[in-house]
């Protein structure tokens, strides 16, 4: 089986303004970036409070799921949270649990009563990556190194999980005399051990969790898991840039309205040639992610289409997203280079998110795959 993002309901143009607008007051109404200051003032990871209010009260932990699990929408309501979310950096498992590991329950026919648990807002990890970070099936880190009756019995490591940390349940891949299959496991269970690491993004967190006989319970057989997680991610990968064209828009704003309000020699610093070249090009890099992730979305539902149109996305917003940061810091001067400003918050996300899934060369890699050359 599969993932699609045509088994949901979609929204009609008026319902997703009213999504956006409703995401966007709820992360008003929690300071903003202040959330992302309070997670550092610990560790990176989740506000469960948020969570709750976004997630379960809003919905947003059954967003893109199937209607049978309470799902609702598909990638074009993704995107749009997505892109809220990440103007204001706020730190909840949309990402890691209900898109990441959501999409991959959503393509195993056996994950029913994990898919409705992760549909009322419990969070759920995804250790999927290779130690490159990238998603590689000949590279998958846990392997299967045996089976107690019918119980498999998981070994290995698995590093940059997000949100692993606060996890309830894992979905995990792993590498078996059939190839590569999916896996839940219990990460209170003897066996597995997390342990959370620090991150250069204070707003989200990861863990590396290493399992040594760790037992779990089996989602796919045959080598079926390799194909589910590839098509989750050419989904994943399209949230990701929508957060990331959120960002470069906020420090687009934030940059804007500094340069208007900034007088030098009795004038606004915007009426300078020079920032008015660089608040243009980083207009350019913004609106060029836009096109990105709008025409991402409208391949959601053909999946080779998809899976080109994610690579093309991936490439060029998480660069964009890391030159509009940067100039954002620049533009701000000294003050943006402060701890109290929140630039820094912009550019640790844009830094991170750049090499989250692969960075540009790996998608770029993959795109020309894809087409052939």
Not at 97 to 124: F, I, R
Not at 295 to 320: S, T, Y
């Amino acid at each position: 089986m599969t993932t699609t993002m045509t088994d949901s309901t979609a929204l009609s143009p008026a319902e997703l303004d009213d999504l956006r607008e409703t995401v966007r007051a709820v992360c008003a109404d929690a300071g903003g970036t202040a959330a992302v200051r309070r997670m550092s003032e610990r560790a990176p990871g989740i506000d469960a409070g948020l969570w709750h209010t976004l997630g379960r009260q809003v919905g947003l932990a059954a967003l893109g799921l199937p209607e049978s699990a309470g799902g609702i929408g598909g990638l074009a309501e993704i995107a749009v949270v997505c892109e809220e979310l990440g103007r204001t950096l706020t730190p909840v498992p949309l990402l890691s649990s209900t898109v990441l590991a959501g999409q991959v329950l959503a393509g195993c026919g056996t994950a029913g009563s994990a898919l409705a648990h992760l549909a009322e807002g419990k969070v759920h990890g995804l250790a999927v990556a290779a130690p490159d970070g990238t998603w590689r099936p000949d590279s998958v880190p846990v392997a299967v190194a045996s089976w107690h009756g019918s119980v498999p019995v998981l070994e290995g490591t698995a590093p940059f999980v997000l949100d692993g940390a606060d996890a309830e349940t894992l979905v995990v891949a792993a590498t078996g005399t059939d190839g590569v299959d999916l896996f839940l496991v219990d990460p209170r269970e003897p066996g597995v051990t997390v342990r959370r690491v620090p991150t250069l993004d204070l707003s989200r967190g990861q863990a590396v969790i290493t399992f040594t006989g760790a037992r779990a319970r089996a989602l796919t057989a045959g080598g079926e898991g390799a194909d589910v997680v590839t098509r989750a991610l050419d989904v994943a990968l399209v949230a990701l840039a929508a957060e990331q064209l959120g960002g470069a828009q906020a420090a687009l704003d934030m940059t804007v309205a500094h340069v208007q309000n900034r007088t030098q020699f009795g004038r606004s610093i915007g009426s300078f040639q020079a920032v008015k070249h660089a608040c243009a090009d980083m207009l350019l890099q913004v609106e060029s992610a836009r096109s990105a992730v709008v025409r991402a979305v409208r391949a959601a539902a053909a999946p080779d289409a998809l899976a080109e149109a994610a690579a093309v996305a991936q490439a060029w917003c998480g660069e964009a997203f890391v030159h509009v940061a940067a100039e954002c810091v620049q533009l701000h001067g000294g003050m943006g280079f402060t701890w109290e400003h929140d630039a820094h918050l912009y550019f640790r996300r844009a830094q991170s998110d750049a090499v989250l899934f692969g960075g540009a060369a790996h998608h770029r890699e993959r795109l020309a795959h894809l087409l052939g050359w």
